[in-house]
């Protein structure tokens, strides 16, 4: 499944990069992306090219923090890290995520039988 | 609150972010392929396949500047940081194509602030369309001065003005506040200030009620009489009588001694003229009107050309063949001026084309060496007008410095210009740059950014992936159609070159046949100076006045170094003139058919002094000249026109103004003069002795064996001795006089010379470069020419063959331009066709033989190519 380019979308990878943040601490935005990938497990492939430019974003609005650094196999790479406000922001979104989806179920199960 | 503070920081560190995001991903594509790489790929492999899962880099960045607030904008600040830091590192060629283009700019707007100073900007009076200046004509002559009476029957009997105002202007001298001073004085009707529009800002102007003789005076002149605010009341002496000062007028800024505005305005008195006062008396007033509103100049000729046929069928011996002029003022003050300018003008438009074809050139030039970097962002992905914007920008930053520079040449320009040539072109006071000009400079920096930027831009984003990356493996130049284009280009900078040098040759030519002109008199040598002798001091009854002008010749004939002295009321060159008519003893004539001639009144030797040579018969003895005054002299074209067929010498004449009666006899012939400039023929003329009138005012005329300009201080201390009072005004050697009225011609001539010069430099430029250019790109099929065994000398001539097939079109172009074009200046030439053979023929000569020296030195450049290294690399 290939990933199209909607406001949606652009809310659900920002989701993806603060859960990823938070359950596996500071990591490179290459790395970002691979473990959400893995974590989909397959199921999704991500717009490289969205990836890094939204990664600024959540950086310009102050959700992560990202610092220069040096990777395992000696890489010049960028090490994004959760900050507290995107800590909150993690909390938010999940709770209007399954708000969310709570309501779609419901809708969802309209179509079937009674 | 902090996320907006560092959205707005990060506004500013748009680039800094952009490097980021780049370094991310080519960290990015590091992983990847470093993945792809353990994944069992070839290197190669895994990085293709690193940047095909990854997309185009370009197109992230863009997508991503899309999302940045003010997107667009912004893109012009970093294209504009780039194009500065990429033309500072090219600075050679930044700098000669922002100095081509601020010389072009830079001369069009120097022209531009002039033109508009003098013809646009509107003239100091309210409502100055309204006005008006009326003048008689007869054939031959336009706008000439007219009678007081006929003055008054125009304003009786005229529907056609809000007020008509007569005005004469004379130098008077003034006493009173120190030493005594020669002004410009306008004797005025009441109603001339109304007319004009403006009042005195102290005082006010005449009451006709009251008695006494009042003057108003000038800003300039209050100040020079000691700025004193009690002035109003107090008397001066004007010709020994006194006046009462009454007003002072308001700065005013423009001089014109046709309207009247001078030193000071004395009232005339024409407003109480006697009811029985007679036609056809003196024809020396000027009247100047002000239009009804809505009334046009058309209107106001018809009614006046009613009124004038009237008095035509009335005195008929006055007014037969006497037309009406109305000129709206506008052009009575700066018409003169507009065929020169209008020229200039266009001068300065041809070097701002040849400027941009210049800056085209070298733009293009470069453009050529940008090819590959533009292919390979374009195959990058790059959007193309991305590119092409960012050559604007360039463009656009290069136009704009040249248009400052171009601004700042032309402030400087025009403040050595004002102190040069302030005298000679009407309302230079007034020319400033103002926004208007500004303005202009703007634009022209935008357009020829246009201009100049479009064809590289277009052709460089233009050029496709395959013929940028061949010809960057050729390492040679454009295709065909660029070459074309810049062949163009510099046939088109010859042929406007050309047309420049055309106008230039032509006006030296006129210079050379102005030189020749034998003006009638000798003007080496000869001092002169205006003198003014006071009427009631010296009255001419009781011959108080005679025996001071016998005295003042003596004495100044018995300085060292003086061979002659004489004086004579009307000069030559002075702008002031007047006619008589001639009435031959036995040959009556219909009254108003006599024959028009200038006359003048002379005191001692003045026809030797001015070195007017006689023909026939003799000049006067001193009891002819002083005691009982009588003969006159007659000029050539006077002796053939009066008396054909007979030998003037022994006749009697007289003239319709004679101040005594009895006839006078000519005594005999004198060459002719041009008496009022070097271009007009000379007119009939006659000379009397002096005292046959009281005029005080007249112009002396020393001859010396040496310098003129030397003898003033003795001519001063000379007339000093004699009487301290008596003003000496503009003392000064006639040839400087004489080259004083072609001032207006030589200004016109340097300033065009002067840009044909500096686009000859542009073309020769354009030329070499252009070639050197070629020759560059060339290289390697030269060296290989070379290798192959050809001789210097072919070439040589294969290279500069081409040069000069451009040169040679040019050249033809612009001999057919120049046909078209000289035709604007006829005005200006004297004596020399437009289409004259021998200018075009010189200008034609100095292009070919510089361009053909532009052409060879490339052309040596690359004779001298080493065939083993061109071919190595």
């Known amino acids: 499944m290939t990933v199209t380019k909607s406001d949606v979308w652009r809310g659900t990878l920002a989701l993806m990069i603060l859960r990823t943040l938070d359950t596996l601490g500071p990591l490179h935005g290459y790395g970002i992306g691979r473990r959400i990938e893995q974590t989909s497990e397959g199921l999704l492939r991500i717009n490289q090219g969205t990836l890094y430019p939204q990664l600024m974003k959540l950086e310009e609005d102050g959700y992560i923090r990202g610092a220069w650094g040096v990777s395992e196999n000696g890489q010049r790479a960028k090490f994004y890290r959760l900050t507290r406000s995107g800590h909150r922001q993690l909390r938010r979104i999940t709770k209007e995520w399954e708000q969310a989806s709570l309501i779609l179920d419901k809708f969802r199960a309209l179509g079937e039988a009674p | ?873």
Not at chain 2, 426 to 448: I, K, N, Q, Y
Not at chain 2, 604 to 610: H, I, K, T
Not at chain 2, 859 to 871: M, W
């Open chain 2, 1 to 873: 609150m902090t996320r907006l503070v560092r959205r707005l920081i990060n506004v500013f560190r748009r680039g800094q972010l952009e490097r980021e995001l780049d370094a991310e991903l080519q960290s990015h594509l590091q992983f990847e392929t470093e993945r792809n790489l353990r994944a069992g790929m070839p290197p190669r492999e895994a990085r293709r396949r690193a940047h095909v899962r990854l997309g185009s880099v370009e197109q992230i960045k863009e997508h991503w500047r899309d999302t940045r607030p003010l997107g667009r904008w912004l893109d012009f600040t970093s294209d504009f940081a780039w194009a500065v830091r990429r033309l500072w590192k090219h600075r050679a060629l930044t700098v000669t194509v922002v100095t081509t283009l601020a010389l072009g700019i830079g001369s069009t707007v120097l022209m531009f602030s002039i033109v508009n100073g003098v013809l646009l900007q509107p003239l100091p009076f309210p409502v100055a369309s309204e006005l008006v200046s009326l003048g008689e004509s007869s054939p031959g002559w336009r706008d000439n001065p007219v009678a007081s009476y006929t003055y008054r029957v125009w304003r009786e009997h005229s529907e056609s003005f809000e007020s008509l105002a007569v005005m004469h202007r004379t130098e008077r001298s003034i006493e009173g506040r120190g030493e005594p001073l020669i002004v410009d004085a306008a004797h005025v009707s009441a109603n001339y200030f109304d007319t004009i529009g403006i009042r005195p800002a102290l005082g006010g102007t005449f009451d006709t009620a009251a008695s006494g003789r009042p003057v108003v005076l000038s800003h300039h002149l209050w100040t020079r009489l000691g700025a004193d605010p009690g002035i109003l009341g107090t008397t001066l002496r004007i010709v020994d009588r006194p006046h009462v000062v009454v007003g002072v007028m308001p700065p005013i800024t423009m001089s014109g001694p046709f309207i009247g505005l001078g030193d000071c305005w004395i009232w005339s008195g024409t407003d109480r003229v006697p009811e029985d006062y007679r036609p056809g008396s003196y024809r020396g007033r000027t009247v100047i009107g002000r239009l009804k509103p809505g009334v046009s100049v058309e209107q106001a000729r018809a009614d006046l050309a009613t009124i004038q046929r009237q008095l035509e069928a009335e005195y008929p011996q006055f007014y037969a063949n006497v037309g009406v002029t109305v000129t709206p003022l506008r052009e009575v003050v700066v018409g003169r001026a507009r065929p020169a300018l209008a020229m200039l003008f266009a001068a300065a438009a041809l070097l701002l084309l040849i400027a941009c074809a210049n800056v085209a050139n070298l733009l293009l030039a470069r453009s050529v060496e940008r090819q590959h970097e533009v292919g390979i962002r374009l195959s990058l992905g790059a959007r193309p007008w991305h590119i092409v914007r960012q050559l604007l920008v360039e463009s656009l930053v290069l136009s704009l410095a040249g248009g400052v520079g171009g601004v700042l040449a032309a402030m400087a320009g025009s403040r050595v210009l004002a102190g040069t040539i302030g005298s000679t072109v009407p309302r230079m006071e007034s020319v400033s740059m103002d926004a208007g000009v500004l303005l202009f400079s703007v634009g022209l920096a935008v357009v020829t950014a246009a201009v100049c930027g479009t064809a590289p831009a277009l052709t460089a984003a233009r050029g496709d992936l395959q013929t940028a990356t061949r010809d960057a493996a050729r390492g040679s130049s454009s295709g065909p159609g660029r070459q074309r284009v810049r062949q163009v280009l510099v046939s088109a900078e010859v042929a406007l070159t050309l047309v420049l040098l055309v106008g230039s040759a032509l006006l030296i030519r006129s210079f050379m046949r102005l030189a020749d002109v034998d003006l009638g008199f000798r003007a080496g040598h000869v001092l002169t100076a205006e003198l003014r002798i006071l009427d009631l001091k010296y009255p001419v009854e009781g011959g108080a006045r005679d025996a001071l002008l016998r005295r003042l010749s003596a004495r100044l004939q018995a300085l060292p170094e003086v061979t002659s002295v004489g004086a004579s009321y009307y000069f030559p060159f002075s702008a002031r003139e007047n006619t008589q008519h001639v009435i031959v003893e036995g040959r009556p004539v219909p009254s108003g058919q006599e024959p028009t001639v200038q006359y003048t009144g002379v005191i001692g030797d003045f026809l030797p002094a001015m070195g007017i040579p006689l023909v026939r018969g003799r000049l006067w003895t001193a009891e002819e000249m002083w005691t009982r005054p009588g003969g006159v002299v007659v000029s050539e074209s006077l002796a053939r026109m009066v008396w054909p067929n007979d030998d003037p010498i022994g006749k009697r004449v007289t003239h319709d103004r004679a101040p005594r009666p009895g006839w006078a006899t000519v005594i005999g012939v004198v060459g002719d003069v041009r008496q009022r400039s070097v271009e007009q023929p000379p007119l009939p003329q006659w000379y009397f002795p002096y005292s046959n009138y009281s005029w005080p005012l007249m112009t002396l005329a020393i001859r010396t064996t040496g310098d003129p300009a030397a003898l003033v201080p003795a001519v001063r201390q000379a007339v000093r001795e004699i009487d301290p009072d008596l003003p000496l005004h503009r003392l000064m050697p006639l040839e400087d006089v004489i080259a004083g009225t072609l001032a207006g011609r030589r200004l016109a001539f340097a300033l065009l010379a002067g840009f044909a010069a500096v686009s000859l430099v542009l073309a020769v430029v354009g030329v070499y470069a252009a070639l050197a250019h070629a020759v560059q790109q060339q290289a390697k099929e030269i060296a290989i020419r070379a290798a192959l065994g050809a001789s210097v000398g072919t070439i040589v001539s294969r290279v500069m063959r081409n040069g000069l097939i451009a040169v040679g079109i040019g050249c033809v172009a612009g001999v057919a331009l120049s046909v078209v074009g000289t035709r604007v200046m006829r005005e200006l030439l004297f004596e020399v066709s437009a289409t004259d053979a021998v200018s075009f023929g010189a200008a034609v000569f100095v292009l070919v033989v510089v361009a053909t020296g532009a052409c060879y030195l490339p052309a040596r450049r690359a004779a001298a190519i080493d065939p083993a290294s061109s071919l190595q690399t």
